[in-house]
């Protein structure tokens, strides 16, 4: 064992799908960093950084959605079949850690719906390297210590944010000290478990800049250049029910970086490489305009003639949004805004305790077109207490916007208002692992035929916009004429006939690979309803 050594590892996923480029681990970057100035050797084991991938058994608490996604489609309209593991072998990261030797391993644990993968992970890092110390960190571990705690192979929980803690906590352990001084710590002592309060960072400005050197930015590259991450702010001082971070959470304030640090650290990463791509992971990028301009003046003047793209996919606050803030995003390097709205319901916006953004929301759209922007528009769908009805009016009011229409199926965000409210009403699932979109995990006002119903819904209006785009139209409805297997597929045009028939008769099908026709279950009330009011109104395309 080497006292100096230290390893932090995302796990694996296992689910219907990933999206890769969200899951560098900025986070473990920056641990890595406040760990690194305490003098120890760090290391990154991340699990995600492989295109490994095997189709695993769907796990019994599953079982309820292969009615949805028990057949593969291979058209447009297809949502989810295979369940998969994504990322490295349990066997492999056990087998890693043990040739490393390290005398710590910390685990992030950041979304509730995942964290059997990384109680799995400690479990298995323990059976191949019994003598090291497990420490577990992230949302879920904050807020559920004494449940990761009755793991025996977990030795500790860091609470909260991890860059001061975590490197306390190596230092401690290897001096032998008092481990109840660390902040945000949590372990067990004979029968007695000592809890702290979580901890969160105050002062940004005396962290290093995250260890990049330590992520496989080849694995993340996108159109063979360096694809980064930013996080510039923490927290958001918006109260909505949904979230786990908002101001009606449990998580700490908003808390912005000052901008020479953000700026510190983007050239840090651009030293050496050329960066193609940034995406900053901020919920209130552009809340403080000051701030915002004199931001991205300077990232403007560091990539000029770069070609650099800049992202923020997490959604921006449509009232944030001004000409001023959206030319200059086109100037340096941004090609879409990710828009945060909702919902359109007043009811809906009561319980999500949101304003009604509707006339920010279409400035923002009017300045997107007249700075050739595209945009993504994001609506929240089957919350507790919310109606499939409702949901429809959000997509029908996309379906007439020059946006893509991005629906959310409500997960309970441990931490949140909402989250509290399912609790106390009985309405969440049995298993943690459920609490993920693709499990549509409340069958509450909407139920799940509903809420796939409206995912499904939203897929078609998507393609016709696509179809507004490319073709100029849509085309008229046609009946089915009975096909069992269709010869042809070109999912392009089996996308169109699948879309003719549906506005026929109200029926959303798909096809098999092998070219079987099959009809998905679907809640027949919402697709007439859709489909009534889908040929009445102006649907735009989102050139």
């Given at each position: 064992?080497?006292k100096?050594?230290?390893?932090?590892?995302?796990?694996?996923?296992?689910?219907?799908?990933?999206?890769k480029?969200r899951?560098?681990?900025?986070?473990?970057?920056s641990?890595?960093a406040a760990?690194?100035?305490?003098g120890?050797?760090v290391?990154i084991?991340d699990?995600?950084?492989?295109?490994k991938?095997?189709?695993?058994a769907?796990p019994?608490?599953f079982?309820?959605?292969l009615?949805?996604?028990?057949?593969?489609?291979v058209?447009t309209?297809?949502?989810?079949h295979e369940?998969?593991?994504f990322?490295?072998s349990?066997?492999?990261?056990?087998?890693?850690?043990?040739?490393?030797?390290p005398?710590i391993?910390?685990?992030?644990?950041l979304f509730?719906a995942?964290s059997?993968e990384a109680?799995?992970?400690?479990?298995?890092?323990?059976k191949?390297y019994p003598?090291?110390k497990?420490?577990?960190g992230g949302h879920h571990p904050?807020l559920?210590p004494?449940?990761i705690l009755k793991?025996?192979e977990i030795?500790f929980?860091?609470?909260?944010?991890?860059?001061t803690?975590m490197?306390r906590?190596?230092?401690a352990?290897?001096?032998?000290?008092?481990?109840?001084?660390i902040p945000?710590i949590?372990?067990?002592?004979?029968?007695v478990t000592?809890?702290?309060d979580p901890?969160?960072?105050?002062?940004?400005?005396?962290l290093?800049?995250?260890?990049?050197d330590?992520i496989n930015?080849?694995?993340y590259?996108?159109?063979?250049k360096?694809s980064i991450?930013?996080v510039s702010?923490?927290g958001?001082p918006?109260?909505?029910?949904?979230?786990s971070v908002s101001?009606a959470?449990?998580h700490?304030?908003?808390?912005?970086r000052?901008v020479?640090?953000?700026?510190?650290?983007?050239?840090?990463?651009?030293?050496n490489h050329?960066i193609?791509?940034?995406d900053?992971?901020?919920?209130?990028?552009?809340?403080k305009?000051?701030?915002?301009?004199e931001l991205f003046?300077?990232?403007?003047?560091?990539?000029?003639?770069?070609n650099?793209?800049?992202?923020?996919?997490?959604?921006?606050?449509?009232?944030?949004i001004?000409e001023?803030i959206v030319?200059?995003m086109?100037a340096?390097?941004?090609?879409a805004?990710?828009?945060s709205?909702?919902?359109t319901?007043?009811?809906?916006l009561?319980r999500?305790?949101r304003h009604?953004?509707?006339?920010s929301?279409?400035t923002?759209?009017f300045l997107?077109k007249?700075?050739?922007?595209?945009?993504v528009?994001?609506?929240?769908a089957?919350?507790?207490g919310?109606?499939?009805?409702?949901?429809?009016?959000?997509l029908?009011y996309?379906a007439?916007k020059?946006?893509?229409?991005?629906?959310?199926i409500?997960?309970p965000?441990?931490?949140?208002?909402?989250?509290?409210?399912?609790?106390?009403?009985?309405l969440?699932?049995k298993n943690?692992?459920?609490?993920?979109?693709t499990?549509f995990?409340l069958n509450?006002t909407?139920?799940r035929?509903e809420?796939?119903?409206l995912l499904?819904?939203s897929?078609?209006?998507n393609?016709?916009?696509h179809?507004?785009?490319?073709?100029g139209d849509?085309?008229?409805p046609?009946p089915?004429?009975?096909l069992?297997?269709?010869?042809?597929?070109?999912?392009q045009?089996?996308s169109e006939?699948?879309?003719q028939w549906?506005?026929h008769?109200?029926?959303?099908r798909?096809?098999q690979p092998g070219?079987?026709i099959y009809?998905h279950i679907?809640?027949?009330?919402?697709?007439?309803?859709f489909?009534?009011?889908?040929?009445?109104?102006?649907?735009?395309?989102?050139?």
């Amino acid at each position: 064992m080497n006292k100096s050594k230290v390893v932090l590892v995302q796990p694996p996923i296992e689910d219907f799908y990933l999206t890769k480029k969200r899951t560098l681990p900025y986070g473990l970057a920056s641990i890595a960093a406040a760990i690194r100035e305490k003098g120890f050797d760090v290391e990154i084991l991340d699990s995600l950084a492989t295109n490994k991938s095997k189709t695993i058994a769907l796990p019994d608490e599953f079982s309820f959605l292969l009615p949805f996604y028990g057949k593969k489609d291979v058209t447009t309209f297809s949502l989810f079949h295979e369940f998969k593991h994504f990322g490295y072998s349990y066997e492999y990261i056990g087998t890693t850690i043990k040739e490393k030797a390290p005398f710590i391993v910390g685990i992030s644990s950041l979304f509730t719906a995942y964290s059997n993968e990384a109680i799995k992970t400690a479990q298995t890092i323990k059976k191949f390297y019994p003598s090291c110390k497990i420490v577990m960190g992230g949302h879920h571990p904050t807020l559920f210590p004494e449940k990761i705690l009755k793991y025996p192979e977990i030795d500790f929980v860091l609470r909260g944010e991890g860059e001061t803690s975590m490197g306390r906590l190596c230092h401690a352990i290897k001096k032998d000290l008092n481990l109840e001084q660390i902040p945000g710590i949590a372990f067990k002592k004979n029968t007695v478990t000592h809890i702290s309060d979580p901890s969160w960072i105050t002062d940004f400005s005396s962290l290093p800049v995250p260890a990049s050197d330590l992520i496989n930015h080849d694995f993340y590259q996108r159109k063979n250049k360096r694809s980064i991450i930013v996080v510039s702010s923490r927290g958001c001082p918006m109260q909505c029910s949904y979230c786990s971070v908002s101001a009606a959470s449990s998580h700490a304030p908003f808390r912005q970086r000052k901008v020479k640090d953000v700026i510190r650290e983007i050239k840090h990463q651009a030293q050496n490489h050329t960066i193609g791509f940034i995406d900053f992971e901020d919920e209130n990028l552009c809340l403080k305009k000051q701030w915002f301009v004199e931001l991205f003046l300077q990232i403007k003047q560091l990539f000029a003639n770069q070609n650099v793209e800049l992202r923020a996919m997490n959604g921006l606050y449509p009232p944030s949004i001004d000409e001023d803030i959206v030319s200059l995003m086109k100037a340096a390097g941004f090609k879409a805004l990710n828009l945060s709205l909702g919902s359109t319901s007043k009811d809906q916006l009561k319980r999500f305790k949101r304003h009604d953004v509707r006339a920010s929301f279409e400035t923002a759209l009017f300045l997107a077109k007249k700075y050739d922007l595209e945009c993504v528009s994001y609506i929240i769908a089957a919350a507790p207490g919310q109606t499939a009805q409702s949901s429809l009016e959000d997509l029908l009011y996309l379906a007439q916007k020059r946006t893509l229409a991005g629906l959310s199926i409500y997960y309970p965000a441990p931490g949140s208002l909402d989250y509290q409210f399912c609790k106390e009403n009985h309405l969440l699932p049995k298993n943690f692992s459920l609490m993920r979109s693709t499990a549509f995990p409340l069958n509450n006002t909407t139920s799940r035929i509903e809420a796939v119903t409206l995912l499904r819904l939203s897929r078609i209006i998507n393609f016709m916009k696509h179809l507004i785009d490319t073709k100029g139209d849509i085309p008229d409805p046609k009946p089915f004429e009975g096909l069992k297997k269709t010869s042809s597929l070109d999912r392009q045009t089996l996308s169109e006939d699948l879309l003719q028939w549906f506005l026929h008769d109200g029926k959303i099908r798909g096809v098999q690979p092998g070219g079987k026709i099959y009809t998905h279950i679907v809640d027949t009330d919402l697709t007439n309803a859709f489909i009534k009011r889908i040929k009445i109104i102006p649907i735009s395309g989102i050139k």
